[in-house]
């Protein structure tokens, strides 16, 4: 079942007139698993709210959608209730990258999906009068960037990775800012710990599988070499931005700080730090 997350958000109907979409025959609705939001599925198509996002993510769907881009769904309008309408890409979404998710095939078919992506979207800006929901990253954007690739938001068929999901925090970034989120969920970059919470029952080669998945990408040596500072910063960033939308009030963010959730990133975090120079050496094949 695809699993979409979305952020509540309004005000955005305006914005997307002239594109709402028949209801005339719609068929019953089916409950989604989301993160954000109660999703539901109709017919071929899944229904999401909207946020002030919304228009600057449809014209970018739209952009992926004319470059032939297959990865990520695309854009079918706003229904009555105000709802964004998208394709339906049929598959699994895991929760986790598990042993028998996260295969080596896996993630060297992700690390290509991912290079696709960043290709199709090369060269895009957003027409005037819309933004991005935010963005995060470090230095100049050298593409729209997905910015929370991870399984979750993957769509496997046949135990391959054919599609994105959930495009709410794109926004423009250096492309390795999305490899270094793609890679620490995918390899799982983690201590053993965090290793066995995502149903490994003995930590994998995270090195080599590291290698897989920026191979598949095509990652240049120049970004290789910086890749393990980039990680530890990203992981910093996802942690400190839990943190922050739950000091607003944000209802899932609060509820993952609560749970402990940045905590759990930082360990993440500093398994890299102390594997910077091995997972250099491993990225440069040294």
Request: negative net charge; charged residues 25%.
């Amino acid at each position: 079942m695809n699993t979409l997350g979305t952020q509540a958000g309004g005000g955005t109907c305006a914005k997307l007139a002239g594109m709402d979409h028949d209801e005339s025959s719609s068929p019953p609705e089916e409950p989604l698993p989301g993160t954000f939001k109660t999703l539901t599925k109709v017919g071929n198509t899944v229904r999401r709210s909207t946020g002030p996002w919304t228009p600057a993510v449809h014209a970018l769907l739209r952009h992926l959608e004319r470059a032939g881009f297959d990865g990520a769904p695309r854009v079918l309008g706003v229904d009555d209730r105000g709802r964004e309408v998208l394709t339906y890409i049929p598959g699994e979404v895991p929760r986790t990258a598990s042993p028998e998710v996260a295969t080596d095939r896996a993630l060297s078919e992700v690390g290509l999906l991912l290079r696709r992506y960043h290709e199709a979207v090369s060269g895009f800006s957003l027409p005037p009068g819309i933004g991005w929901y935010g963005g995060d990253a470090p230095g100049p954007g050298g593409v729209v960037c997905h910015n929370d690739l991870a399984p979750r938001n993957t769509v496997f068929r046949g135990g391959s990775p054919v599609a994105f999901l959930d495009f709410d925090l794109a926004s423009p970034a250096p492309p390795a800012w999305d490899v270094a989120h793609l890679a620490w969920q995918f390899a799982p970059l983690a201590d053993d710990a965090g290793c066995t919470r995502q149903g490994w029952s003995s930590p994998p080669d995270r090195l080599r599988r590291l290698c897989l998945l920026c191979d598949g990408y095509g990652l240049p040596e120049r970004e290789r070499i910086g890749l393990p500072e980039l990680l530890a910063l990203r992981m910093e960033t996802s942690a400190s931005g839990i943190e922050a939308l739950a000091a607003e009030g944000v209802p899932a963010h609060r509820r993952w700080a609560e749970d402990g959730v940045p905590a759990l990133i930082r360990t993440d975090r500093d398994w890299v730090e102390r594997h910077r120079e091995i997972l250099r050496e491993a990225l440069l094949g040294r």
